[in-house]
């Protein structure tokens, strides 16, 4: 194995959430959707906002990568959605796989070969792919975080969870 595929591989990882940390997929699992949009005690955001706030993050980085025309987005009202904001269960679903569909995205420009991970991504102040990846890796693996918090709080784990 080359240090190359060794590196790919390590950020594959980071992207997946595994490791140390809790993937999305085990983190979403099992939701109950009827409190999706229920606010746990002393907090501003639902489940809801708070997975579309990871998407919305994820989806922009995933964007700053690709699209050599990409244009800031402002913080933070295009990264969460409206306070008051309620989702459908259709809007639960499309943010979840949203999600997932972009990750793997991330995950197909990392494996390729091609993707030069340390080179410059043109028209940004020196930043790279790799730092792109360090970047949502690190978000992603905070909120998923606070999201399997946020279900312990509010009591939405499954009963028989043994995690």
């Keep these: 194995m080359t240090d190359d595929d060794l590196l790919r591989g390590e950020l594959i990882a980071l992207i997946d959430g595994v490791d140390a940390h809790m993937t999305f997929g085990d983190a979403v699992a099992g939701f109950p959707i009827d409190a999706m949009n229920r606010r746990a005690p002393n907090v ?6 708070l997975l579309e706030h990871l998407r919305k993050t994820q989806a922009d980085i995933l964007d700053y990568i690709v699209n050599r025309s990409y244009i800031d987005l402002d913080w933070p009202e295009d ?9 459908t269960p259709e809007q639960w679903t499309a943010t ?3 999600f997932l569909d972009d ?3 991330l995950r197909a420009i990392v494996s390729d070969p091609a993707t030069d991970l340390t080179a410059t991504i043109p ?12 970047v949502v890796g690190d978000h992603n693996a905070y909120h998923v975080g606070e999201f399997a918090s946020l279900r312990q709080v509010m009591g939405t784990w499954p009963g028989d969870r043994t995690e």
């Design 44 to 49: 501003s955001y639902t489940p809801w906002h």
């Design 79 to 87: 990264y969460w959605p409206a306070e008051d904001a309620t989702a």
């Design 96 to 98: 979840i796989d949203g």
């Design 103 to 105: 990750a793997a995205a």
């Design 123 to 134: 028209g940004t102040p020196g930043h790279t792919i790799l730092r792109e990846i360090r």
